[in-house]
């Protein structure tokens, strides 16, 4: 009997435990909630962004989140707006489907809703200040912030590169005068097939043209199976007045699906051209066998080009000797002309005759060569030793007339 009533009480016991364990439970948070209400202001709000400040690229919208949250111990009707617009902007406060103007907000509690921003298509690169107000239904209580966007300039985007270009030599050199030509090999790298179309861009005044490989037909357009390689060539001619320099050519090759596009560079090294030739035009003179005889004649630049090393060479008979003053020419200007004195001394055996003799101006790979008539005469010395035979043959002659004619 007495074992039966302590088991009662104690299972009374457990049962008043957890039923005040269960009280307390229950009724500890809503407690503890008006307990913190408590602490609260009457009244407070506040309105801030996600992000005070970002950076898009020329073109992008704009999309931040923006926190309300009502710090008072009453609930509160926020009304919102953008206060700041920056010229050429369109921005707003919104939900995932509508604009919003205001939002009700519990004790102690948050909103998140979006500032959406959008600029015009041309917007300049620069520094954008977005306001946001926040305020209660009554006016009361305000707050506000603000959102800078900083628009950087967008770089051009290339289309899928679905063409790839090679060229194993981009830069050429050569006179202005000369016509160059690049190889370009091609490849449709989309996988159907594709019309190119081929354009280029050069300095003004210049001659640029497109041809098959191995071929004078001028093209404008290629046509390229899925993978395929065509080898293109790029023919040039310079404005016959261009200036020695390095010059720029874009070409480009492109489809409604992709392009491609290499840079191409001429070195004009100008044109090199030379003149020769005597004042007077005369491309003759006289000589004694054995005795110099001198002849001025003429170089110029006739091109665009300066001319180097410039030096001179001749041809002439055997044991002939030809000799050049100056002997050579370091530089030669465009334009620019020099005299140059020769003097020739035939063989001490040369007959009386006409002699060619060749005089070559040479700078790397131009030159020039004029041609003169060298006619050798005997020296005086030897007609008056003919005449001096002919008068004592006569005077012999008269001799021998005298003395056997009056036997």
């Given at each position: 009997?007495?074992?039966?009533?302590?088991?009662?009480?104690?299972?009374?016991?457990?049962?008043?435990?957890?039923?005040?364990?269960?009280?307390?439970?229950?009724?500890?948070?809503?407690?503890?909630?008006?307990?913190?209400?408590?602490?609260?202001?009457?009244r407070?709000?506040?309105?801030?962004?996600?992000?005070?400040?970002?950076?898009?690229?020329?073109?992008?919208?704009?999309?931040?989140?923006?926190?309300?949250?009502?710090?008072?111990?009453?609930?509160?009707?926020?009304?919102?707006?953008?206060?700041?617009?920056?010229?050429?902007?369109?921005?707003?406060?919104?939900?995932?489907?509508?604009g919003?103007?205001?939002?009700?907000?519990?004790?102690?509690?948050?909103?998140?809703?979006?500032?959406?921003?959008?600029?015009?298509?041309?917007?300049?690169?620069?520094?954008?200040?977005?306001?946001?107000?926040?305020?209660?239904?009554?006016?009361?209580?305000?707050?506000?912030?603000?959102?800078?966007?900083?628009?950087?300039?967008?770089?051009k985007?290339?289309?899928?590169?679905?063409?790839?270009?090679?060229?194993?030599?981009?830069?050429?050199?050569?006179?202005?005068?000369?016509?160059?030509?690049?190889?370009?090999?091609?490849?449709?790298?989309?996988?159907?097939?594709?019309?190119?179309?081929?354009?280029?861009?050069?300095?003004?005044?210049?001659?640029?043209?497109?041809?098959?490989?191995?071929?004078?037909?001028?093209?404008?357009?290629?046509?390229?199976?899925?993978?395929?390689?065509?080898?293109?060539?790029?023919?040039?001619k310079?404005?016959?007045?261009?200036?020695?320099?390095?010059?720029?050519?874009?070409?480009?090759?492109?489809?409604?699906?992709?392009?491609?596009?290499?840079?191409?560079?001429?070195?004009?090294?100008g044109?090199?051209?030379?003149?020769?030739?005597?004042a007077?035009?005369?491309?003759s003179?006289?000589?004694?066998?054995?005795?110099?005889?001198?002849?001025?004649?003429?170089?110029?630049?006739?091109?665009?080009?300066?001319?180097?090393?410039?030096?001179?060479?001749?041809?002439?008979?055997e044991?002939?000797?030809?000799?050049?003053?100056?002997?050579?020419?370091?530089?030669?200007?465009?334009?620019?002309?020099?005299?140059?004195?020769?003097?020739?001394?035939?063989?001490?055996?040369?007959?009386?005759?006409?002699?060619?003799?060749?005089?070559?101006?040479?700078?790397?790979?131009?030159?020039?060569?004029?041609?003169?008539?060298?006619?050798?005469?005997?020296?005086?010395?030897?007609?008056w030793?003919g005449?001096?035979?002919?008068?004592?043959?006569?005077?012999?002659?008269?001799?021998?007339?005298?003395?056997?004619?009056?036997?």
């Amino acid at each position: 009997m007495t074992i039966r009533k302590q088991g009662c009480s104690f299972l009374f016991g457990a049962l008043v435990f957890i039923a005040i364990a269960g009280l307390v439970i229950v009724t500890g948070t809503p407690v503890a909630g008006e307990e913190k209400k408590k602490n609260l202001p009457a009244r407070g709000i506040s309105v801030s962004p996600e992000y005070t400040g970002v950076i898009i690229s020329q073109g992008d919208d704009v999309s931040i989140d923006v926190i309300i949250t009502n710090r008072g111990r009453r609930d509160e009707n926020i009304d919102l707006k953008v206060t700041s617009i920056p010229e050429g902007w369109k921005a707003w406060i919104k939900t995932y489907s509508f604009g919003v103007t205001g939002v009700h907000v519990e004790s102690d509690k948050s909103k998140s809703l979006t500032l959406r921003a959008e600029p015009k298509e041309d917007m300049a690169p620069g520094s954008y200040t977005f306001g946001i107000d926040a305020r209660t239904a009554d006016g009361k209580l305000t707050s506000q912030s603000r959102v800078v966007v900083t628009v950087k300039e967008k770089k051009k985007e290339k289309k899928v590169k679905g063409i790839n270009i090679i060229t194993s030599y981009p830069v050429l050199k050569g006179p202005t005068d000369a016509k160059f030509e690049f190889s370009l090999e091609v490849e449709n790298k989309l996988d159907k097939d594709s019309i190119f179309n081929l354009t280029s861009k050069g300095p003004e005044n210049w001659e640029i043209n497109f041809k098959p490989a191995y071929e004078d037909k001028f093209i404008s357009s290629l046509r390229l199976k899925a993978g395929q390689i065509q080898t293109v060539a790029v023919q040039v001619k310079p404005y016959p007045l261009a200036t020695p320099d390095q010059y720029p050519i874009q070409v480009k090759v492109s489809s409604a699906e992709a392009e491609g596009d290499a840079s191409l560079t001429i070195v004009l090294t100008g044109t090199y051209k030379l003149d020769a030739g005597t004042a007077s035009g005369l491309l003759s003179l006289d000589a004694i066998r054995g005795k110099k005889a001198n002849l001025s004649f003429f170089i110029q630049n006739s091109g665009s080009g300066t001319l180097n090393n410039m030096q001179f060479l001749s041809i002439a008979p055997e044991n002939w000797k030809v000799e050049f003053s100056p002997e050579k020419a370091d530089v030669l200007a465009p334009e620019q002309l020099k005299q140059i004195e020769v003097s020739i001394t035939p063989s001490d055996q040369a007959l009386v005759g006409d002699y060619s003799v060749g005089i070559t101006a040479q700078a790397g790979r131009v030159s020039k060569t004029i041609e003169l008539r060298v006619t050798v005469k005997a020296s005086t010395a030897w007609g008056w030793i003919g005449v001096g035979i002919i008068v004592l043959v006569l005077g012999g002659l008269v001799f021998l007339f005298i003395r056997f004619g009056r036997r």
